[in-house]
Nanobody, 120 residues
Framework: QVQLVESGGGLVQPGGSLRLSCAASGSIFSINTMGWYRQAPGKQRELVAAILSGGPTNYADSVKGRFTISRDNAKNTVYLQMNSLKPEDTAVYYC??????????????WGQGTQVTVSS
Protein backbone atom coordinates (compact mmCIF):
# COMPACT_ATOMS: atom_id res chain seq x y z
CA GLN A 1 0.00 0.00 0.00
CA VAL A 2 1.22 3.48 -0.88
CA GLN A 3 0.66 6.61 1.16
CA LEU A 4 1.37 10.26 0.38
CA VAL A 5 1.86 12.53 3.38
CA GLU A 6 1.97 16.30 2.92
CA SER A 7 3.40 18.92 5.26
CA GLY A 8 4.28 22.60 5.26
CA GLY A 9 0.95 24.36 4.90
CA GLY A 10 -0.14 27.23 7.10
CA LEU A 11 -1.04 30.89 7.33
CA VAL A 12 1.16 33.45 5.60
CA GLN A 13 0.86 37.12 4.74
CA PRO A 14 0.60 38.28 1.13
CA GLY A 15 4.05 38.38 -0.42
CA GLY A 16 5.31 35.67 1.89
CA SER A 17 6.64 32.19 1.17
CA LEU A 18 5.84 28.61 2.10
CA ARG A 19 7.39 25.28 1.19
CA LEU A 20 5.22 22.20 0.89
CA SER A 21 6.59 18.68 1.07
CA CYS A 22 5.02 15.37 0.13
CA ALA A 23 6.64 12.05 0.95
CA ALA A 24 5.50 8.80 -0.63
CA SER A 25 5.91 5.63 1.38
CA GLY A 26 5.06 1.97 1.06
CA SER A 27 5.94 -0.76 -1.37
CA ILE A 28 7.20 1.47 -4.18
CA PHE A 29 9.10 0.36 -7.25
CA SER A 30 9.07 3.66 -9.10
CA ILE A 31 7.23 6.97 -9.31
CA ASN A 32 6.60 8.69 -12.61
CA THR A 33 4.77 12.00 -12.43
CA MET A 34 4.44 13.81 -9.11
CA GLY A 35 2.39 16.93 -8.79
CA TRP A 36 0.52 19.44 -6.70
CA TYR A 37 -3.12 20.36 -7.12
CA ARG A 38 -5.22 22.82 -5.19
CA GLN A 39 -8.88 23.36 -4.47
CA ALA A 40 -10.33 26.60 -3.20
CA PRO A 41 -13.81 26.78 -1.63
CA GLY A 42 -16.49 26.55 -4.30
CA LYS A 43 -13.98 25.82 -7.06
CA GLN A 44 -12.79 22.74 -8.90
CA ARG A 45 -9.50 21.11 -8.10
CA GLU A 46 -6.80 22.42 -10.44
CA LEU A 47 -3.26 21.47 -11.35
CA VAL A 48 -0.65 23.77 -9.83
CA ALA A 49 2.57 22.09 -10.95
CA ALA A 50 3.86 18.69 -11.99
CA ILE A 51 7.27 17.11 -12.44
CA LEU A 52 8.33 13.94 -14.26
CA SER A 53 10.86 11.54 -12.84
CA GLY A 54 13.43 12.81 -15.31
CA GLY A 55 12.93 16.42 -14.31
CA PRO A 56 10.64 18.17 -16.85
CA THR A 57 8.10 20.41 -15.17
CA ASN A 58 4.74 21.97 -15.94
CA TYR A 59 3.09 24.91 -14.20
CA ALA A 60 -0.28 26.60 -14.16
CA ASP A 61 -0.06 30.04 -15.73
CA SER A 62 -1.22 31.61 -12.48
CA VAL A 63 1.87 30.41 -10.56
CA LYS A 64 4.61 30.64 -13.19
CA GLY A 65 7.55 32.64 -11.91
CA ARG A 66 6.38 32.37 -8.30
CA PHE A 67 6.23 28.62 -7.55
CA THR A 68 8.92 26.00 -8.08
CA ILE A 69 8.35 22.26 -8.02
CA SER A 70 11.21 19.86 -7.35
CA ARG A 71 11.68 16.27 -6.27
CA ASP A 72 14.14 14.00 -4.55
CA ASN A 73 13.78 10.60 -6.19
CA ALA A 74 15.92 8.91 -3.55
CA LYS A 75 13.46 10.04 -0.88
CA ASN A 76 10.30 9.67 -3.02
CA THR A 77 9.51 13.23 -2.08
CA VAL A 78 8.18 16.20 -4.02
CA TYR A 79 8.40 19.83 -2.94
CA LEU A 80 6.58 23.01 -3.85
CA GLN A 81 8.35 26.26 -3.06
CA MET A 82 5.77 29.03 -3.10
CA ASN A 83 6.99 32.65 -3.20
CA SER A 84 5.19 35.97 -3.59
CA LEU A 85 2.01 34.39 -2.32
CA LYS A 86 -1.30 36.07 -3.05
CA PRO A 87 -4.68 35.78 -1.35
CA GLU A 88 -5.96 33.93 -4.41
CA ASP A 89 -3.44 31.16 -3.70
CA THR A 90 -5.51 30.25 -0.64
CA ALA A 91 -6.67 26.65 -1.02
CA VAL A 92 -6.19 23.10 0.14
CA TYR A 93 -3.13 21.76 -1.65
CA TYR A 94 -3.03 18.08 -2.58
CA CYS A 95 -0.08 15.96 -3.56
CA UNK A 96 -0.54 13.48 -6.41
CA UNK A 97 1.69 10.72 -7.73
CA UNK A 98 1.69 7.98 -10.36
CA UNK A 99 3.22 5.06 -8.52
CA UNK A 100 4.32 1.65 -9.72
CA UNK A 101 4.41 -0.65 -6.70
CA UNK A 102 6.84 -3.51 -6.22
CA UNK A 103 3.98 -5.89 -6.81
CA UNK A 104 0.82 -5.34 -8.79
CA UNK A 105 -0.34 -2.65 -11.16
CA UNK A 106 0.52 1.01 -11.06
CA UNK A 107 -1.97 3.48 -9.72
CA UNK A 108 -2.56 7.15 -9.06
CA UNK A 109 -2.50 8.31 -5.44
CA TRP A 110 -3.57 11.43 -3.55
CA GLY A 111 -2.42 12.90 -0.29
CA GLN A 112 -4.82 14.07 2.40
CA GLY A 113 -4.33 17.76 1.62
CA THR A 114 -2.75 20.65 3.47
CA GLN A 115 -4.33 24.06 3.97
CA VAL A 116 -2.56 27.15 2.67
CA THR A 117 -4.08 30.48 3.72
CA VAL A 118 -2.71 33.78 2.44
CA SER A 119 -4.12 36.66 4.43
CA SER A 120 -3.06 39.78 6.25
Amino acid sequence: QVQLVESGGGLVQPGGSLRLSCAASGSIFSINTMGWYRQAPGKQRELVAAILSGGPTNYADSVKGRFTISRDNAKNTVYLQMNSLKPEDTAVYYCNADVTPRYGRGNNYWGQGTQVTVSS
